[in-house]
């Protein structure tokens, strides 16, 4: 059994998955700083510097030892409040698309490069057509 799971383990296959995976989470990293940091900071300002990941709807009381600010959503959270944190999931939501949409760009441009390597097959030689064309005659 171990064989066999060490043999399964050393496929193509998986390997390549586990690559895809770690170099995923890499560039989640990435579309996560640049929806944060540069997208929903312009998306704010356009908005009238709306910040929706501090909108929430509090669904339980804040609790008499809580220190922290009662308007913040991270606060609440680490406090244990029962909330709904629509704001924090809208952002979520807009991180998912612009990470679905800039891999549509490098898939998308993927294909295109792939289409521009691949050289149309070189024609048959005259032998070959020759030789195709006796059998054809001989079939009839």
Excluded: C
């Amino acid at each position: 059994m171990l064989t066999e799971f060490r043999n399964f383990i050393a496929k193509g296959n998986v390997l390549d998955l586990a690559v895809a995976v770690i170099i995923g989470a890499a560039f989640a990293t990435i579309t996560k700083s640049l929806t944060d940091d540069i997208i929903m900071p312009v998306v704010g300002y356009i908005f009238g510097g709306a910040d929706f990941s501090s909108h929430f709807i509090l669904l339980g009381d804040i609790p008499a030892d809580f220190s922290g600010s009662p308007t913040s959503y991270a606060d609440l959270k680490a406090a244990g409040v029962a909330m709904l944190g629509w704001g924090e999931f809208l952002t979520v939501v807009i991180n998912f698309l612009i990470l679905a949409f800039v891999i549509f760009l490098i898939v998308r441009q993927a294909s295109k490069f792939k289409r521009i390597e691949e050289a149309p097959p070189a024609p048959d030689p005259e032998d070959v057509v020759l030789l195709r064309e006796i059998r054809d005659l001989l079939k009839k």
